[in-house]
């Protein structure tokens, strides 16, 4: 409530609450809400908005948290309410919603579409939350652009749309929201180049003269005076708009295109745009001398061009003439002074209106949520708002159409609010007392027919003059009683007027323009011109219109935009918002009862209320009902035969039979209140529902998953079975008759796919073939055979490929001091051995020689080499002794043994931590005797000694490290030489 004003009685919120309701009462309880600051009220579900004139706080976050989620009436009248339920209906209910603001030019439908929107934006949830809050975004801004280039200020409203506007938003099963849609129909192009007296141009213009921003002015080569631009100075004063900042305005703006998607080049291309629009209407012309037209002032021709990307040799002569006839044949017709005006401005409205769907569509392309996935059908939310119904000082072409709109939705309200539920109540049997209802149909049918309609014979008029428009209406329209004419006794009436009585108000239309309005198509002159323009906006634009020879009038286009409107509002379900302007001079919190009273009597006001106090508005037919609220009765749970019987049985169990009436086909409920009464019931048993399809849809699951899970068991024993089978199949069809094979069967492939779980029979399987044909192949020979083949099998294994003679063809002896010493030496070579092996717990003698051992001093030392089960032992002397620094060495102690690859005796032993020993075996005694019997010995006992075959061999000589190197190998006797 504002300082010094009175405090008021509220009076009622809802009108079906008013008793004996009458006209007179209806605008009582509106005046004593208005002038207490209430201007909203409700007639049911509709919602029912006076204009205050002045800012309310009645708006922000604060007061979206009342509604969010709240039914239709639990909080006072507001758009919030009437958004909520739209939302609730079309995610819950998955009912498509259609929200249609209605009412007079003036009458604040541009601010209810936009709190709406607003509040709409601010509840949608996601679980996608970045891409929903972008799509949010982009709808917010999109009303921003929206605004600016295509609302103007008119005497009536300082924000007026002039255009229809369908914003549609999408939302899928999951009630996530999945993008927008805004279709744009019937921009008032006309105010582009001309307008009323006390009206403006689009808003955009005033922004960009405003926008104090130096540089662009000065690139788009304008002036921040407005009133020195003939296409803005038509309307006359005022060029601005109280308590407008146009600059913050302008940045506005320029922040919603960005937001929007258009790049910071894609402004500039914009605001070309409208200063080319601009200085086009500065471009005047005169006749010529031979009386066709000529422009006067080509300097300002030349910025229209440079603007639009164009060349002045092919925009000057399409400003002043056309071609008619076939592109070959074509004749050049040039204009007179008249014509030239009306093409220059066909040109500027032309270039706006393509403007405007150019940033529709982009918009349309960026409100899209590819990031989102859609689930399921979509269900869809429009918000309509439409031009108000107008009187202007001239009232032409662009009043009749948007008069004309108005009425057919006025009527479309009617029969969905008012006269088809009436209808319907007395075909389903419902006991039902009629109320007469004031009808414009006559007025629709007058002007809207398709072949008789005023518009209908508008369209047709192609050629000829605007008074044969006045001669076919009056053949067509003479015996309605809304019409009226000069040819029907209206002698105030000019020849080229007629005029409709639209409730309680007489308009005149003067026919004057109406057939240049309506074929108000651009020259293909200028259309070819345009696509072949260097910026990619305008080319864009105008591409691919340059091929089509064929475009659509106005009326046509107007035709189609209405039967849009009429599928919208019978195919979704309608909640209205219906607008009133309290008084014609916009001032705050005034009521002037003349005006409301007759917007009263057209919007059947009185007779909405009491359609609404006696009827069930709300009907749905008995199976939708019952498949949808069938979970919420145990009756009707989980199928029920008849549906009748199941509706009722639901409405009984939750005691609102008197709340609804059963019809024949369809069940009547009271209000939206026991809509959501029956949504909030049935999210309350769906968890129980949803918990009891669970554990039947699991049961069924589990079972067919352990049926599975046996036929694949069985599947795959089957399977396993059968590979075995057949893996040893092969393997028996493989190794038949392997013993009479000269290989015994060593060439045979073994298979190289098997089941995993015989890998280790497998392997079994080749380690007993393995030894049968070993046992196979030594049975030939004797045990000192076998144990010889044994000894150089070993040696093989070592030396093979690594050494070039290792003894394999040569006699291996074993123990040849014990062979080859005379009797008396071979006699202490005895006691010593058996003194070593008692002390020693030793074994045999596998191997013995005679060598010759690499000393300190670089000198070959003779002595003896014994290799035992256990021990490798170095002897010297006559008495066969182990010295002090040649103590016995066990295998372990021995880290590898190095070898030359050529056909020389000689060898390093590595030791452990004593000096490596290096020998030779003179004579021929080979070497490879040595490792096959060390290796055989070692193996016996767990030792694998690495054999190493090298042309060099480092080695420790007393502590210190030497580099052995082989020069001569055939030698009886080795020579050992210091290297230089």
Known sequence: MKAGRRKMPEGLPDFTQVNNLTLDTFILNLKMRYESEQIYSYIGESLISVNPYEEMKIFGDDVIEEYKGRELFQSPPHPYSIADAAYQMST??????????????????????????????????????????RVKNLLVHSNVLLEAFGNARTKRNNNSSRFLRCTQLEFDFLSQPVGGIISAFMLEKDRVVTQQKGDRNFHIFYRLLGSQDAPLLKQLQLTSVVQSYNYLAEGGEPFSIKGIVEKDLYSNTREALSCVGFHEKEHIEVFKILAAILHLGQVHFDKSETDDAR??????????????????????????????????????????????????????????????????????????????????????????????????????????????????????????????????????????????????????????????????????????????????????????????????????????????????????????????????????????????????????????????????????????????????????????????????????????????????????????????????????????FVQRYKCICPITWPEVKNTKEGTISIMDHLSLKDECRFGKSMIFLKDTNLIITLEGRRLLVLPRMATTIQTIWRKHYAQRLVKRMRAVYTIMAWYKKNKLRNYFSHIFKAFKGVAKKKDLGYSIEWPSEYPPAIKRGVEYMKKIHFTWRAKKLQAPFSPEQIKMIRLKGAAHTALYGAKSDWGLHHPWQGDLLGKELNPKILTKYTQSILKLKSSLQDGNVIWSASIIRLTSSMKGEEMYLVLTDKYLYRLEGSKFEVKKKSQPLTFDKIPHISLFPGPDQAAVLHLDKAGDFAFFIPGERCIGEFIGNYIVAAKKLNIHTPIDVSSKINFNLDGKMKELVLVESNVPKPVFHKGV
């Open 92 to 133: 819950k209910a998955r009912d498509d919603q259609c929200i249609v603001v209605t009412g007079e030019s003036g009458s604040g439908k541009t601010e209810i579409l936009k709190c709406m929107m607003l509040y709409l934006t601010k509840i949608m949830v996601s679980s996608v939350a970045i891409e929903t809050q």
């Open 295 to 624: 422009v006067t002032n080509m300097n300002n021709v030349t910025p229209v061009a440079n603007l639009l990307g164009l060349r002045m040799d092919e925009l000057v002569p399409a400003l002043l003439g056309k071609s008619t006839g076939p592109k070959r044949d074509a004749a050049k017709i040039k204009f007179a002074k008249e014509q030239a005006y009306n093409n220059r401005d066909t040109l500027a409205r032309s270039l706006y209106a393509h403007l405007f769907q150019w940033i529709v569509k982009r918009i349309n392309e960026n409100t899209s949520s590819p990031g989102i996935k859609i689930t399921g059908k979509c269900t869809k939310l429009c918000l309509l708002d439409i031009y108000g119904f107008e009187v202007a000082e001239s009232n032409e072409l662009e009043q009749l159409c948007i008069n004309y709109c108005s009425e057919n939705l006025q009527q479309a309200f009617i029969a969905s609010v008012l006269t088809e539920p009436q209808q319907e109540y007395l075909r389903e049997g419902i006991p039902w007392i009629n109320i007469d209802i004031n009808d414009n149909e006559l007025i629709v049918k007058m002007i809207g027919e398709p072949t008789r309609g005023i518009l209908s014979i508008i369209n047709d008029i192609t050629d000829g003059n605007d008074e044969d428009i006045i001669t076919q209406t009056d053949k067509s329209c003479i015996v309605n009683p809304h019409y009226r004419s000069n040819a029907t006794g209206d002698q105030s009436l000019q020849r080229n007027e007629f005029m409709i009585k639209h409730y309680d108000i007489d308009i005149v239309y003067s026919t004057k323009g109406f057939i240049a309005k309506n074929t108000d198509a651009l020259s293909m002159e200028l259309i070819r011109v345009l696509s072949t323009s260097k910026a990619g906006s305008i080319k864009e634009m105008w591409l691919a219109q340059s091929t089509d020879t064929k475009q659509n009038t106005f009326i046509t286009d107007f035709k189609s935009a209405v039967n849009k409107i009429n599928e919208l509002t019978t195919t979704m379900s309608p909640l209205y918002v219906r607008c009133i302007r309290p008084n014609s001079s916009k001032f705050p919190m005034k009521m002037v009862d003349s005006i409301v009273e007759h917007q009263a009597k057209f919007m059947n006001f009185v007779e909405h209320v009491k359609v609404r106090k006696s009827g069930f508005p709300i009907r749905q037919k008995y199976d939708k």
